[in-house]
């Protein structure tokens, strides 16, 4: 008797027929997120624990100049990322992904920020102020304490969600990752981060984003070049 030839193996999953996460799904999850993430960095932020203003310090730290202005870059931004990657992403197994990578990034800066005491030496604003981005920095100071700064997790959060956009999303990662970037710059002349904080920052953000890729192949969740979902 002739045995039975063997079934084709399955074609791989198109991207246009994954699984997709619905806005309600998307804003349910990422507004949950980052409410959290605001609970307990404002929490740490402003408990008064002995922190150190020459922990990280160094003398290129002290060389970059203060540019209120920037701060533009440094509050607006951060939100702003978190909206377009909430409002971007499509692929519900990336996007779940993403939301893991988030905790974890929250829960390792968590940790860092309570052990690693430091401050920074900030130039605090007060009246008069000239101008409206001067009265804009000197709400940040207000709102945003100068602890919590190892590592940066608006370096960390906006580049990694960048990252991960970037796979579904191309081009609106592309728009996100100049955003992360100017926003990275700006932690340093608003004077809200030292350059150590940006470098693990960065370090951290690059972590997160293998995190929520491993294991995935190419073709697993987007692909590189495929027309942007409308």
Not at 86 to 109: C, E, H, N, Q, Y
């Amino acid at each position: 008797m002739t045995a039975a030839p063997a079934p084709f193996p399955a074609p791989p999953q198109s991207p246009r027929d994954e699984p997709l996460a619905s806005a309600k799904y998307r804003w349910l999850i990422g507004l949950a997120l980052a409410l959290t993430q605001s609970a307990i960095y404002f929490g740490i932020g402003h408990a008064t624990f002995q922190r150190s203003t020459e922990l990280l310090r160094t003398h290129l730290d002290d060389t970059i100049p203060f540019l209120p202005w920037t701060s533009w870059c440094y509050l607006p931004f951060y939100a702003g990322v978190f909206i377009i990657a909430i409002a971007g992403f499509r692929r519900r197994a990336l996007f779940d992904r993403t939301a893991r990578s988030v905790i974890l990034v929250m829960i390792v800066g968590a940790v860092c920020h309570l052990l690693i005491r430091a401050e920074y030496p900030r130039p605090v604003l007060t009246p008069p102020l000239h101008g409206v981005s001067e009265a804009f920095m000197a709400w940040v100071q207000h709102v945003d304490a100068p602890g919590n700064v190892f590592p940066s997790l608006h370096v960390a959060h906006t580049t990694m969600l960048s990252l991960l956009l970037l796979r579904d999303r191309p081009r609106l990662g592309l728009v996100t990752l100049f955003m992360a970037t100017c926003l990275a710059l700006s932690t340093l002349t608003t004077k809200q981060h030292f350059l150590a904080d940006v470098v693990s920052g960065y370090a951290l953000a690059i972590f997160g984003a293998w995190f929520a890729r491993r294991g995935l192949t190419p073709g697993a969740v987007g692909v590189k070049g495929h027309a942007e979902a409308t």
